[in-house]
């Protein structure tokens, strides 16, 4: 894992504190609306009703004029409060027309704009400090410093509340949910009432809809919007000196089906489109991405052509190594994931393979460099490759064990690696490791397919 995809992991932790602390503050705001909704039933059922039921003629009468004048407050205020929302409001002349029920029904609307007003401020302001979080943290990668952005925070206009699906912001999630939400809850009172449900019957069904209704709509959009955010904020500092990507699983731990086949190609960075080939690409999706370079010493070359500034090892380090930058991190991860293998392929080996992930350890590393000088450091970024892609695997000595030997063409260097796949019976915590590799020379390529048994052999 490279100091950027830690970096983005210490990202993700972060916005799912904030994220948890936005969700508490939203779910008990949630309930404190629900209690004022079920005070106002109340009041309807006591006022209008006997025994606990209403007579559904009696709602059809018209609203008393001082619940007219009520209702009219409230609107009035909340213009005053949400200015930029008055749009929004019911029709204010056609209270003089309303009935009872209808009269309930424009309050259970007027308390939807209310919390949809609400909700939409306090996700600006989380996904605006995500924002600058996100690309402060891309910046520093890139060598500018680790506050880049602090000095201009019109920056998080870019990335905050932006149509990105359906031609939809935040903003206009927030709308429709509010709405749809009120019109379920207009008909559950409206047909309640009608069918002359209970209050205690009626009050259940309202409550059930309102509380897990508002959740998960907020819930679902806090999530997906802060990959939007996370993605598009961290990938800003790279457009200018980065053409490609990757989109990477990493980042909620699972790898989904709808991601995983995406994630196996690289895309221009120009080109990312959220939904399609950049995160997020389906709701509840938590994924990030890779920065992909085909050949790091042409785009060092090319960096300090632009910049001078004596930064593109340092840069290339941070996104492209694992190793020089766990230094520079203090975190002890001792295993690091480098790629994936081809079950297809490594079935000569054996049927029983459990995972395509590959890692490799700390302590092997420290192997290949005692065992190998230099050319672990020199040559580790072929390793997924050479996994992925061997031409020949050879039969080893241990069991569940693979040598994969590996021309790279376009560095006209052969690498032998030992691959231990893990196999069912292995303990949990294993992985499909390298145990070793180094570069080899033509007579030993040679002698080593003449002298062992060649199990796979590419077409
Ligand atoms: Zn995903």
């Known amino acids: ?57 009696r709602l059809m009468e018209s609203l008393s004029d001082a619940d007219k004048r009520l209702l009219i407050e409230q609107m009035d205020e909340f213009a005053k409060k949400y200015p930029e929302y008055a749009h929004l409001l019911p029709v204010r002349e056609s ?34 400090r995500q924002a600058m979080r996100g690309a402060n943290a891309a910046a520093e990668i890139m060598g500018f410093g680790k506050n880049f952005y602090f000095n201009n925070p019109d920056i998080t206009k870019r990335f905050v509340n932006i149509p990105w699906s359906n031609g939809e912001n935040f903003s206009q999630k927030i709308w429709n949910n509010t709405t749809k939400l009120a019109n379920y809850l207009n008909s559950d009172i409206a047909q309640g009432i009608a069918r002359g449900d209970s209050y205690d019957r009626l009050v259940r069904k309202v409550r059930e809809r309102f509380s897990s209704v508002s959740r998960n709509d907020a819930y679902r959009l806090i999530y997906t919007e802060g990959t939007y955010v996370m993605a598009e904020s961290t990938m800003q500092p790279f457009t200018d000196d980065f053409e490609k990507y990757r989109l990477s699983t990493v980042g909620d731990g699972n790898v989904c089906s709808i991601c995983r086949g995406v994630s196996e190609e690289t895309f221009d960075i120009a080109d990312r489109q959220p ?36 930064q593109a090892q340092k840069v290339a380090n941070h996104i492209n190594s694992d190793i020089i930058s766990s230094s520079n991190t203090k975190e002890d991860i ?57 031409d020949f695997i050879i039969e080893a000595n241990k069991p569940n064990t693979a040598v994969v030997l590996k021309e790279i063409e376009e560095r006209g260097e052969k690498f032998k690696l030992v691959l231990r796949i893990k196999v069912q019976g292995d303990p949990e915590e294993y992985k499909n490791s390298i145990m070793t590799f180094w570069r080899i020379g033509g007579t030993t390529w040679r002698k080593t397919l003449k002298n062992k048994t060649v199990l796979y052999k590419k077409e």
């Open 275 to 310: 939904g399609v080939n950049f995160p997020p690409l389906h709701p509840w999706c938590r994924c990030t991405f890779t920065i992909e370079v085909d050949d790091w010493d042409k785009w060092m070359d090319d960096y300090e052509k632009r910049h001078g500034n004596g």
């Open 334 to 390: 001792q295993v690091h994931s480098v790629g994936k293998i081809n079950r297809d392929i490594y079935k000569c080996i054996t049927e029983d393979i459990v995972t395509d992930e590959v890692i490799i350890t700390d302590e092997r590393i420290q192997h290949i460099k005692e065992r190998h000088p230099n050319d672990y450091e020199r040559f580790y970024s072929y390793i997924p490759e050479i996994i992925n892609d061997p």
């Open 95 to 128: 209270i003089y027309k309303l009935n009872r029920l209808e009269g309930l029904q424009y309050s259970v609307r007027m308390q939807q704009l209310e919390i949809g007003a609400v909700e939409n401020e306090q996700i600006t302001e989380h996904l605006n």
């Open 1 to 57: 894992m490279s100091y950027w995809q830690k970096r983005q992991q210490q990202l993700s932790k972060q916005l799912e504190k904030d994220e948890d602390k936005l969700k508490k503050r939203l779910s008990s705001y949630f309930d404190t609306e629900y209690r004022k909704l079920e005070k106002q039933i109340a009041a309807y059922y006591k006022q209008y009703g006997t025994d606990n039921v209403i007579q559904y003629r």
